[in-house]
């Protein structure tokens, strides 16, 4: 047993006539661990760039939320109306008349 971990640490396990088989191994075990970083890495990115897009999505909420309100604004009476006293033109004193046609048979 302590000729075998001997044997071990000094590394004859890989200069051994069948080191073949241990180097295959020790290739195949390098090879899937440079693989797994490169997959956890690629995740990463990946997750990374899912949440500055949740961040996008929730300030063009916000600046949707902002620009609809501030349209409502606009849209009101009062401010239409005022915007128009600036140009000169003013709401009527008068109520409107209705007009009504009537066929002649």
């Not at 195949?28 to 990115?45: G, N, P, R, T, Y």
């Not at 999505?57 to 009476?77: A, H, I, N, P, Y």
Request: charged share 35%; aromatic share 6%; hydrophobic share 45%.
């Amino acid at each position: 047993m302590r000729k075998n971990v001997i044997d071990i640490l000094k590394g004859k396990f890989l200069i051994s006539e069948d080191s073949i088989k241990n180097w295959r191994f020790i290739l195949f075990a390098s090879i899937l661990a440079v693989l797994m970083i490169a997959s956890a890495h690629s995740v990463d990115k990946k997750v990374i760039g899912i949440a500055d897009l949740n961040n996008d999505v929730k300030e063009l909420k916000s600046e949707f939320v902002d620009t609809r309100s501030e349209l409502q604004k606009l849209k009101l009476e009062s401010a239409i109306t005022e915007k128009l006293e600036e140009k000169g033109l003013y709401a009527s004193k008068e109520p409107p008349k209705k007009i009504r046609i009537t066929a002649d048979k």
